[in-house]
């Protein structure tokens, strides 16, 4: 299993267009992903999921992915954050 | 007439009829099953023709409304590919023999609960979209076609609030305007309005019924306000406004950027009368070529007390790094007459417009001049400030104010305290100054017409008496004459002559002030580019 943990620097926090992407994102890869903020954890591939946890601007994200394309989801994912939120 | 208050989305005006939109109200009921597993084969039919709708929307809407508004159709899709929603809606088929409908219905709320109770504004607006995709996944089980109206006419769409899936369907063409009941400045329709450049009003109290359907109405966007059937006054004051918006706007894009040189190669600047710093954004909008008149009374008049020479630093200071180099032309103090200062303690007078005001004031209390004329100097390190004196009628009062300024100067100096080049001027607005103006013109670098006073005193006539109109002429010759041979004087010294007061602004002369060879017309924002139209088509030599 690998993780990693990310602060949101989006004044507007994960809404629903970057939560979009994430998920296009993420359908790609094998690996179960979820997404957790203080405590409350969601599947990462589900729109009502990641929105659910109404991630604002300095709120910090725990993201997990476990299987086959672990590694690499991790590092997209990675990515992807640094990029978009 | 009734009127409402929203919360506007964008200034502008908007008038046209009221069109209602009703949602197709679909009720749900409760039914069982027996074939459940038909039942589930109905609702994933539904959910593939929703989505398949959502992704004719996304494609049609990319090119209307661009990338970043079409979006949201690609998150309903989503949405309605989400596990845990999907899985809730077939779970209730399944376990309580149940119709789709139902199903449908039932999650949809337990969804919509979810973000409507968040905190967060953003996300609680996010139960909207759960609201839309269920009725789209209801509409697709009925079996009936989605989708608006056609509109005939352009109207301005009234409704509780609009779903994404039904502003997108809107005849773009045919949308004069939004008023919903509902939704907040985060909504889709608020951001619809402001990528589509159009008036909207959010949170609007109003019926949606027969008492505002088909009226014809009025949106002040400025104000917040929608009138049903507004009066003859109101509608000729909103349509001139919006006749004014729709004159700027065209002039904006076409005439920004452009220098103010006539046919024939006459230049004139052309500057920005203001009152206040918050109006420097309509200053740098318009395309002034700097600021003409910045009247600093209001730092005074909206004071308990003398501004001190901090406070006045400060802004005087602002004004000069926004505009960046260009010239801001600061007139000192105009207090007095009908702007008035309790703290001043001026004496009632029995004709104040003749009386101790503007520069008069400051040559009486050298040490609330000497006040301003510091901050001045002060701010002049940042940027290009001149300053202007009001009200004069001799050539001595101008050797006097210069002895001050000599003063101050020195006092900066000494305490080495850095300050730039300031050119000086004065306002001509009495008659006396006009007669005088070959004498004033080799004391000071620029002059500046205030055709308001100047008219006043030359004509006799006092504006704020309404039955004096028919004695008046704002296009009196003898005021032109004045003008004529202010701005001669001025050559023959060697500086420049501008206009300050309304008669710049008055289009119906600007060729005349071409001849006459006036260098600037300093007038308020908004007239700046219909006057630079009027220049840009003129030929000096063939007037």
Known sequence: MKELKYTITDPEGIHARPAGELIKLLKEFESAITIAKDGKSADAKRIFGVMGLAVKQGQEITMTAQGADEEIAIQKIEAFLKENL | ?543
Not at chain 2, 391 to 417: F, G, N, T, Y
Not at chain 2, 476 to 481: E, V, Y
Not at chain 2, 514 to 540: C, Y
Request: glycine share 6%.
């Open chain 2, 1 to 543: 007439m009734l009127t409402f208050q929203g919360k506007s989305v964008i200034n502008g005006v908007a008038i046209g009829k009221l069109f209602v939109y009703k949602k197709g109200e679909q009720q749900v009921k409760r039914a069982r099953v027996e074939d459940t597993e038909s039942e589930l084969a109905r609702f994933r039919r539904a959910q593939q023709e929703a989505i398949k709708q959502l992704q004719d929307l996304y494609e049609t809407s990319v090119k209307s409304i661009g990338e970043a508004s079409a979006a949201i159709f690609e998150i309903h899709q989503m949405m309605l590919q989400d596990d845990g929603f999907v899985e809730a809606i077939e779970n209730i088929i399944r376990t309580q023999s149940v119709n789709a409908e139902y199903a449908v219905a039932a999650t949809s709320d337990n969804f919509y609960k979810m973000f409507s109770d968040m905190e967060d504004d953003y996300m609680r607006e996010r139960a909207a979209d759960v609201k839309d995709i269920s009725e789209r996944l209801l509409t697709a089980l009925s079996g009936r076609s989605a989708g608006m109206e056609k509109l005939s006419e352009p109207v301005i769409i009234v409704a509780d609030d609009l779903a994404p899936s039904e502003t997108v369907q809107l005849d773009k063409d045919k949308v004069l305007a939004f008023v919903t009941v509902h939704g907040s400045l985060n909504s889709h329709t608020a951001i619809l309005a402001k990528t589509m450049n159009i008036p909207a009003l959010i949170g609007t109290p109003i019926p949606l019924d027969d008492t505002v359907d088909g009226k014809p109405a009025i949106i002040d966007g400025a104000k917040g306000i929608l009138y049903v059937e507004p009066e003859e006054k109101i509608l000729a004051q909103m349509q001139e406004r919006k006749r004014a918006e729709e004159e700027q706007k065209e002039l904006l894009l076409t005439l920004r950027g452009k220098e103010n040189i006539t046919l024939d190669g006459r230049r004139i600047k052309l500057y920005a009368n203001i009152g206040n710093s918050k109006d420097l954004a309509m200053v740098l909008q318009n395309d002034a070529g700097g600021i003409g008149l910045f009247r600093s009374e209001f730092l005074y008049l909206e004071k308990e007390d003398y501004p001190t020479e901090e406070e006045q630093f400060s802004v005087y200071k602002t004004v000069a790094e926004t505009m960046a180099g260009k010239k801001v032309i600061i007139r000192t103090l105009d207090i007095g007459a009908d702007k008035q200062a309790d703290y001043f303690k001026l004496a009632h007078e029995e004709n104040p417009a003749m009386g101790l005001r503007a520069i008069r004031i400051c040559l009486t209390r050298p040490e609330v001049f000497k006040t301003q004329l510091r901050a001045l100097f002060r701010a002049s390190a940042y940027g290009n400030i001149a300053i202007m004196y009001p009200m004069i009628i001799s050539v001595d009062e101008v050797r006097r104010i210069k002895e001050m300024v000599a003063e101050v100067k020195k006092e900066l100096e000494e305490q080495h305290i850095e300050y730039g080049e300031v050119e000086q001027g004065i306002m001509i607005e009495t008659p006396a100054a006009v007669m005088m103006s070959d004498e004033l013109a080799k004391e000071v670098d620029f002059f500046s017409i205030g055709t308001n006073d100047l008219t006043q005193y030359t004509l006799a006539i006092d504006r704020q008496n309404p039955e004096l109109d028919a004695f008046y002429d704002a296009h009196h010759p003898a005021i032109l004459r004045m003008i004529k041979t202010v701005v001669d004087n001025a050559h023959k010294a060697g500086i420049w002559a501008g206009i300050c007061g309304e008669l710049g602004a008055d289009t119906s002369l600007t060729q005349d002030f071409l001849k006459m060879g006036v260098d600037e017309l300093s007038v308020s924002p908004g007239r700046i580019l219909p006057i630079r139209k009027i220049v840009l088509e003129t030929n000096v030599n063939a007037l």
